[in-house]
């Protein structure tokens, strides 16, 4: 099975909100997660989840730290996922890969249909901080 590199983005605004955004694609129509994509070829993880949330979010995020790391293997491929808290540094998000985005509590996100990756953060979520 082929393997791809994927990377996400947990902001969390002062308000210890997350941001989620309902995806805007063939494969995930409708489907809440947090932002990310692929890692392209000589990027590293945290390259990647900057430029990511540049061109999802049109905002500049900084990494405040690694949170954890884990396959999806519900595709054709397996996803390795590296998942980073982050904030916003500058800039307001605009859903340029989404329908929409909002912020919500730690444990609101269970009212949304979420990919299987996202729901394993979330799940790995709950049990922190």
């Known amino acids: 099975m082929k393997k791809l590199d994927v990377v996400c983005a947990v902001i969390e605004n002062d308000e210890k909100k997350l941001l989620i955004a309902k995806r805007n694609s063939k494969v995930a129509?409708?489907?809440?997660?947090?932002?990310g994509g692929k890692v392209e070829a000589g990027e590293?993880?945290?390259?990647?989840?900057?430029?990511?949330?540049?061109?999802?979010?049109?905002?500049?995020?900084?990494i405040d730290?690694?949170?954890?790391?884990?396959?999806?293997?519900?595709?054709?491929?397996?996803?390795?996922?590296?998942?980073?808290?982050?904030?916003?540094?500058?800039?307001?998000?605009?859903?340029r890969a989404h329908y929409e985005g909002i912020?919500?509590?730690?444990?609101?996100?269970?009212?949304?249909?979420?990919?299987?990756?996202?729901?394993c953060l979330l799940d790995y979520l709950q049990t922190q901080e």
């Open 29 to 35: 129509d409708g489907i809440w997660e947090f932002a």
């Open 65 to 95: 730290r690694f949170l954890l790391d884990f396959y999806d293997d519900d595709f054709s491929v397996s996803i390795h996922v590296h998942a980073y808290k982050a904030h916003i540094v500058s800039g307001e998000p605009e859903f």
């Open 103 to 119: 912020w919500v509590k730690r444990n609101e996100p269970y009212d949304y249909e979420f990919q299987t990756a996202d729901r």
């Open 44 to 62: 590293t993880y945290e390259a990647a989840c900057i430029r990511e949330c540049r061109e999802e979010l049109n905002v500049d995020i900084e």
